[in-house]
């Protein structure tokens, strides 16, 4: 849930991406 917000406040697909990354691995 908490990846959703930062989803949002994210300036860009950048953000999008880091979150993603980090989720592959869980």
Do not use: I
């Not at 917000?5 to 989720?23: C, S, Y």
């Amino acid at each position: 849930m908490t990846f959703s917000v930062v989803e949002v406040n994210a300036p860009g697909k950048v953000g999008h991406m880091l979150l993603q990354t980090r989720r592959v691995p869980q």
